[in-house]
């Protein structure tokens, strides 16, 4: 393999790996809803801004970053009780129109309490690049794959091993069997909305010393994660990570060897692509409901 060619394929994991975080928001809400997040862009541009406040107030980095992911999170639960369960009888095209109100509300939001002006944080490890057959890495990259890495075998884990977990399968699978059992939709829901604002808080942190963080940032990866979610199927969590990790070396390999000016048409062309010849992605359901 040529240093070149690994070199692109090491920029498109560490890319992929943020993309598969933020997917796996769209999935995981998408399964106990069937409704499609487009706020979840703005959870990682809250990540991201909230943890440059907090370091800039003094807090060292991993106080902040976990400060950052719950005051995210709360953000997350917020959207779910005050928007979405007020007019969780409405269609899901109503649903899914709050949710892109709540993305540019969030938006305009980030502009007052900060700056329109780019942030950065500080590498978690040093920014030496370490070589790799030829190719460098910076650590930060590393820190990327591997918290993703973590964070999809502690969703595997809870979602197979806990009750609330399990719960929040059997509602994906069957509502009306679901709360037969005793199981509070309601409550699965709440609890996926914060869990996926503190998926997109945790890939906005991780992504910020690399690719810097502003008010606006989550627009354009929240599409692409989107776009990720429906490459790899729309409610499946391996779907999710195969999908963000399978855009991002495209997008990286499309930059290398053609033009990087292309990069950003690769994702939303693949989304395009899927939608009409493949609806249910590459692990998700094969059926398609009309809305």
């Known amino acids: ?35 499609i997040n487009f706020a979840q862009g703005e959870f990682v541009m809250i990540g991201g801004m909230t943890t440059v406040s907090l370091i800039a107030a003094g807090l060292p980095l991993a106080l902040a970053a976990l400060l950052a992911i719950a005051a995210t999170t709360l953000v997350g639960l917020a959207l779910e009780k005050l928007a979405v369960e007020r007019v969780r009888s409405e269609s899901v095209v109503t649903l899914i129109i709050i949710t892109i109100g709540a993305s540019i509300l969030l938006r305009g939001l980030a ?43 502690a969703l595997w884990w809870f979602f197979n091993r806990t009750l609330h977990g399990k719960a929040m ?33 945790l890939a906005g942190i991780l992504i910020a010393p690399i690719t810097f963080t502003a008010w606006d940032v989550g627009v354009m990866l929240g599409l692409k994660g989107f776009a990720a979610a429906v490459l790899g199927g729309l409610g499946s969590g391996p779907g999710a990570v195969i999908g963000g990790l399978a855009l991002g070396l495209l997008e990286a390999l499309s930059a290398g060897y053609v033009s990087s000016a292309y990069k950003d048409v690769i994702a939303f062309g693949i989304m395009l692509a899927v939608l009409v010849l493949m609806p249910g992605g590459l692990l998700g359901r094969r059926s398609v409901e009309r809305v």
Request: charged share 5%; glycine share 10%.
């Open 1 to 35: 393999m040529s240093p070149q060619l690994l070199q692109y394929l090491l920029s498109g994991l560490t890319v992929g790996a943020i993309y598969a975080l933020v997917a796996l928001g769209f999935s995981i809400i998408y399964n106990a809803s069937n409704v």
């Open 111 to 153: 502009s007052l309490v900060w700056d329109k002006n780019l942030h950065a944080l500080p590498a978690f490890s040093g920014e030496r690049p370490i070589a790799l057959g030829g190719a460098t890495i910076v650590p930060q990259s590393l820190w990327v794959v591997g918290v993703t890495l973590v964070v999809v075998a």
């Open 169 to 201: 399968l059997a509602t994906s699978h069957n509502r009306l069997a679901a709360q037969l059992v005793g199981i509070s939709v309601r409550r699965v829901l709440l609890v996926s909305f914060g869990l996926s604002a503190a998926l997109g808080a």
